[in-house]
Nanobody, 113 residues
């Protein structure tokens, strides 16, 4: 099983913070750019943030001031710290590595007003 597994989603209120986790097999985690993506209701999947093996990050413009991606080589985990959540952040959040066409189940984030 080489697919990363997401967790940490839930129901929160607008303005709250949430941290998502993505656990990947070491062979995947250590050799790939990892990223978080999301699919909001009625919309296509979009990039949230990516992080390279060297820690360089890349964010979607609309989220770079509120979201932070990080990776932990001790636990082979990628995190997405989300702050100041908005109702429009509601959606399914996915973790993946560059070049992988398969997607996991994702983790649902619901932000209420």
């Amino acid at each position: 099983q080489l697919q990363p597994v997401e967790s940490g989603g839930g129901l929160v209120q607008a303005g709250d913070s949430l941290r998502l986790s993505c656990k990947a097999p070491p062979i995947i985690f250590r050799h790939n750019v990892m990223g978080w993506y999301r699919q909001r209701p009625g919309q296509s999947r979009e990039l949230v943030a990516r992080i390279g093996r060297d820690g360089r990050t890349d964010y979607a413009e609309s989220m770079k001031d509120r979201f932070t991606i990080s990776r932990d080589y001790d636990t082979n985990t990628v995190y997405l710290q989300m702050t100041g959540l908005k109702v429009e952040d509601t959606g399914v959040y996915y973790c993946n590595f560059d070049g992988n066409r398969r997607w996991g189940q994702g983790t649902q984030v619901t932000v209420s007003s």
